[in-house]
């Protein structure tokens, strides 16, 4: 059983990362800067003043994540964080499946490695119907 246990964890730990990378990924473009950067931040509508603020954020959310101590401040952070993104791409008409995907990741890399959260949000199995 605790075989079974720690290989649930190491798959959430490898689930939790992915987003983590994507996050350190724009931050790293974010902070990097240059003309593309300047043209998508011009279409959402955010000065280019606010590139390394933003990416400032990115980072420190995903430090908070990654530390067990504090991973589910993280989500919440991150959470948040993707809520905005969500926000300024749908008030211009992109799509934001991507944005909501890395949420589904965020969560379910979480539940996979933290008992706390699996706690707090359990999933429950059907009920077997009674034979009539």
């Not at 605790?2 to 992915?18: E, H, K």
């Not at 400032?56 to 101590?69: N, Q």
């Not at 749908?90 to 969560?107: E, M, N, S, T, Y």
Request: glycine share 10%; with cysteine; net charge positive.
């Amino acid at each position: 059983m605790a075989d079974n246990s720690s290989r649930v964890q190491w798959i959430g730990r490898g689930i939790s990362i992915l987003p983590c990378l994507l996050f350190v990924f724009s931050a790293v473009i974010k902070l990097k800067g240059g003309p593309d950067l300047s043209e998508g931040f011009a279409h959402l509508g955010i000065p280019d003043s606010l590139a390394l603020p933003l990416a400032a954020v990115e980072l420190s959310c995903v430090a908070v994540y990654l530390i067990p101590v504090t991973s589910i401040l993280g989500a919440i952070l991150l959470t948040g964080f993707l809520g905005g993104a969500i926000c300024a791409h749908l008030r211009v008409g992109d799509p934001f499946l991507v944005h909501i995907a890395l949420g589904v990741l965020i969560w379910l890399g979480l539940w996979l490695r933290e008992d706390r959260v699996r706690a707090l949000i359990p999933l429950r199995r059907r009920a077997a119907l009674p034979r009539t």
